[in-house]
């Protein structure tokens, strides 16, 4: 849906959740990932859906077994 610009400043701030395993993790933010793929099916070598988050922006992290 498409918004006016007129409507910009009454737009809120919006709770995300998002879900996968860490590939990467610096000081700065964090790398999740939902696929994985394995071309020889013994080890992972490639991945897909990832997502890059800043830590500033993290509120809460759940491990999940």
């Known amino acids: 849906e498409w918004t006016p610009i007129t409507e910009a400043d009454n737009q809120q701030l919006a709770l995300c959740i998002s879900t996968g395993h860490i590939i990467s ?17 013994l080890e992972i070598d490639s991945f ?3 997502i890059t988050i800043p830590k500033s922006c993290i509120v809460k992290t759940i491990e999940i077994n």
Do not use: H, K, Q
């Open 25 to 41: 993790e610096s000081e700065e933010s964090i790398t999740l990932a939902t696929d994985f793929a394995s071309s020889d099916r």
């Open 48 to 50: 897909g859906n990832s």
